[in-house]
């Protein structure tokens, strides 16, 4: 009986430095050999990683379908010149009715006049639009990579979670009481 007690003891001890990465105490609660419980750790260890794997590999994939149906900013340029353009011919009729010479002038030259205003304001509205394009890619590239951190960390933690549960559950089904 006495070397029953120390066997089961030494198979605890055993289980419990040998199992530091689950940081939990397996108690053998069928006499199991020192050789058997060991075999039965090995097995729900692995059984255990490979749970670890599948769940980390579908949180990434998850978190990769997600960042690529992300869309990159596109077309400031093409809105700010439109923009721009638009802001510059209103802007040279707002300024040629403000002098008296300029409805002496013919239509083609208001109109020649409009358009030299039109497209100095296209070329500004371009050079604003590209900036702001620019900044925003760069805000949207932080803000991914904040998220797939975040998601990387909460992948791993769920791998964790699930590696433990799926480990106590085996050890519990081979005749082992699982304590933290």
């Not at 379908?65 to 340029?77: E, L, Q, V």
């Not at 409805?103 to 509205?125: H, I, P, W």
């Not at 590239?141 to 106590?168: E, G, I, L, P």
């Amino acid at each position: 009986m006495d070397d029953r007690i120390l066997v089961t003891a030494c198979a605890a001890v055993i289980l419990m430095l040998g199992s530091s990465a689950n940081a939990e105490t397996v108690v053998p609660q069928q006499g199991q050999t020192p050789e058997q419980i060991q075999a039965d750790t090995a097995a729900c260890k692995a059984q255990a990683k490979s749970v670890y794997d599948q769940t980390l590999a579908a949180a990434n994939q998850a978190a990769a379908t997600s960042a690529t149906s992300a869309a990159a900013p596109s077309g400031g340029r093409a809105r700010g010149a439109a923009t721009g353009a638009a802001a510059g011919a209103a802007a040279a009729q707002v300024r040629g009715n403000q002098y008296e010479n300029y409805d002496k002038l013919s239509s083609e030259a208001q109109q020649e006049y409009r358009q030299n205003q039109a497209q100095e304001a296209a070329v500004a509205g371009a050079v604003v639009g590209g900036s702001r394009q620019r900044r925003d890619r760069r805000e949207q590239a932080q803000s991914q990579q904040q998220q797939a951190q975040q998601q990387t960390t909460t992948a791993t933690q769920s791998a964790d979670a699930a590696s433990k549960q799926a480990f106590s559950a085996c050890m519990s089904g081979k005749g082992y009481t699982i304590t933290p």
